[in-house]
């Protein structure tokens, strides 16, 4: 037991890294959203979208998924797709802020490096666990980053909607928040019936629900999905 108690603790960083991308864009530290925020909400998000109608997922495997989807975080930090050092400097707020707004995808040297990071992050998460834990949690976190499943296909959309999500709190928090970045990403890379329905009613919500302008949210509810 002291193994898992050791995992627990180390995967409990995740309640107090922020994500980066949040800070960059100006949210200040004690209001941005953590990994482990992030993470529970694309495990909700995730499993009731794979419960909806004509969805041909296995929810379960998909909620285990969406649990370990950023499990290395807690060794590794939660490193954007750009390379930090070419964000322009605070005070050149136009340029700054173009960079910012801009989708960008992380290259291939970036993209395994992080994955580098990353695997050998889940071997030393995973190394004192008990055989069977340590084996299903290894072979879930080799399934997402194959993405040779439908349902790791999923995950990895709705881990960017529930980004795209989050942007859009933060959005109507503070209008002049660089975020379009995130509803280019939505736009171009969620194929899923389900969530495609998801995303069109977060932003019907936004106009018409609590996170439109002038609303107190009393009493509102999101517009029905799959129906």
């Known amino acids: 037991m002291a193994a898992l108690v050791q995992f627990l603790y180390r995967i409990g960083r995740l309640k107090s890294l922020p994500r980066t991308g949040w800070l960059d864009r100006g949210v ?94 889940m071997a030393s998460l995973l190394v004192d666990l008990p055989s069977p834990l340590a084996t299903e949690i290894g072979s879930l976190w080799t399934e997402y980053h194959a993405q040779t ?34 509803a280019a990403e939505v736009a171009e890379t969620i194929t899923d019936p389900n969530l495609r329905l998801l995303s069109d009613a977060i932003a019907s919500w936004d106009s018409n629900g609590p996170l439109a302008p002038n609303s107190s949210g009393a009493n509102s509810c999101p517009p029905r999905l799959g129906s």
């Open 28 to 121: 200040p530290a004690a209001e941005a959203e953590s990994v482990a925020d992030h993470s529970f909400r694309v495990a909700m998000l995730a499993w009731l979208a794979a419960l909806l109608p004509r969805a041909t997922l296995d929810p379960d495997r998909v909620l285990k998924l969406a649990l370990i989807h950023d499990l290395a975080e807690s060794l590794t930090g939660d490193t954007p797709p750009y390379d930090p050092a070419a964000i322009p400097p605070a005070d050149e707020t136009d340029a700054r802020r173009r960079f910012l707004q801009q989708r960008h995808v992380r290259d291939p040297a970036r993209t395994a490096a992080k994955r580098a990071a990353e695997d050998a992050a």
């Open 149 to 182: 499943t439908a349902e790791a296909r999923f995950v990895k959309q709705a881990d960017r909607m529930e980004t795209f999500l989050q942007a859009r709190e933060y959005l109507a928090a503070d209008p002049g928040r660089p975020m379009a970045s995130f």
